[in-house]
Nanobody, 123 residues
Framework: QVQLVESGGGLAQAGGSLRLSCAAS????????WAWFRQAPGKEREFVAS????????DYTDSVKGRFTISRDNAKNMVYLEMNSLKPEDTAIYYC????????????????WGQGTQVTVSS
């Protein structure tokens, strides 16, 4: 079966960095579009970053542009989110997700989800 497992979250200071990892099994990374979403307490799940099927294009929400980078390692079946210059408003549970579509942005367009990993940024 398809399984996505996030890791790498934790506590960071403002201005610090974290790298989130998504270990994928039961699928081939290059056959899917990939995305990271996040959800803070009491708020809706929001789009953070995505990579098109095939890996040729990436997209980021405005608040993380220039700070976060989504990438993948097909050989390791891993997807990453490098998070730099962290801000307290980045605090949320971060979710890895995969889609059969080419380059979706909405949560409903993603079929597979990980369990989430908590990121907390202190001020």
């Amino acid at each position: 079966q398809v399984q996505l497992v996030e890791s790498g979250g934790g506590l960071a200071q403002a201005g610090g960095s974290l790298r989130l990892s998504c270990a994928a099994s039961g699928l081939t990374l290059g056959h899917f579009a990939w995305a990271w979403f996040r959800q803070a307490p009491g708020k809706e799940r929001e789009f953070v970053a995505s990579m098109s099927r095939g890996g040729g294009t990436t997209d980021y929400t405005d608040s993380v542009k220039g700070r976060f980078t989504i990438s993948r390692d097909n050989a390791k079946n891993m997807v990453y989110l490098e998070m730099n210059s962290l801000k307290p408003e980045d605090t949320a549970i971060y979710y890895c997700s995969a889609s059969y579509l080419v380059f979706p942005k909405e949560p409903a367009q993603y079929q597979y989800w990980g369990q989430g990993t908590q990121v907390t940024v202190s001020s």
